[in-house]
Nanobody, 124 residues
Framework: QVQVVESGGGLVQAGGSLRLSCAASGRTFSNYAMGWFRQTPGKEREFVAAISWSGGSTYYGDSVKGRFTISRDNARNTVYLQMNSLKPEDTAVYYC?????????????????WGQGTQVTVSS
């Protein structure tokens, strides 16, 4: 079992930056690929970014490529999502997830453990 807890959400103006953190506890963190997804009311959950268990490979959704950066610190059992050049359409609840696999995945069904989410609101 792995528990993941997101933090760092909030309200920011368009063009600004936020950094989300996801702290994991339980099983060996470095055995898990990690991902970020987001969801707005009435829409399906959308893939944002993922990172392999070692941190050597990263994956991004098309809408965030070049603006968001995912990273991880296995010594701290934490994964980060640095979000720059934020747009109003980035407004969503952001979820962190852990997958029992080495490589990251674009698909939410491949993730085994999910956090409760953190709200990000970007004002225009």
């Amino acid at each position: 079992q792995v528990q993941v807890v997101e933090s760092g959400g909030g309200l920011v103006q368009a063009g600004g930056s936020l950094r989300l953190s996801c702290a994991a506890s339980g099983r060996t963190f470095s055995n898990y690929a990690m991902g970020w997804f987001r969801q707005t009311p009435g829409k399906e959950r959308e893939f944002v970014a993922a990172i392999s268990w070692s941190g050597g490979s990263t994956y991004y959704g098309d809408s965030v490529k070049g603006r968001f950066t995912i990273s991880r610190d296995n010594a701290r059992n934490t994964v980060y999502l640095q979000m720059n050049s934020l747009k109003p359409e980035d407004t969503a609840v952001y979820y962190c997830a852990a997958a029992r696999r080495m490589s990251g995945s674009y698909y939410e069904y491949e993730y085994d453990y999910w956090g409760q989410g953190t709200q990000v609101t970007v004002s225009s």
